[in-house]
């Protein structure tokens, strides 16, 4: 893991970054969305 990054294969590459039990989900497009893993 780097940086604190994990890449989901299986989320059309979605990228889940962990900071401070803050969940945030990069888009395909690059885009910031604050998202909890409950959505998932």
Request: a negative charge.
């Given at each position: 893991?780097?940086?604190?990054?994990?890449?989901?294969?299986?989320?059309?590459?979605?990228?889940?970054?962990?900071?401070?039990?803050?969940?945030?989900?990069?888009?395909?497009?690059?885009?910031?969305?604050?998202?909890?893993?409950d959505?998932?």
């Amino acid at each position: 893991m780097k940086d604190g990054i994990l890449w989901h294969p299986d989320e059309h590459r979605l990228v889940y970054d962990v900071f401070d039990d803050t969940v945030r989900v990069l888009s395909c497009e690059g885009h910031y969305k604050d998202k909890n893993f409950d959505e998932y």
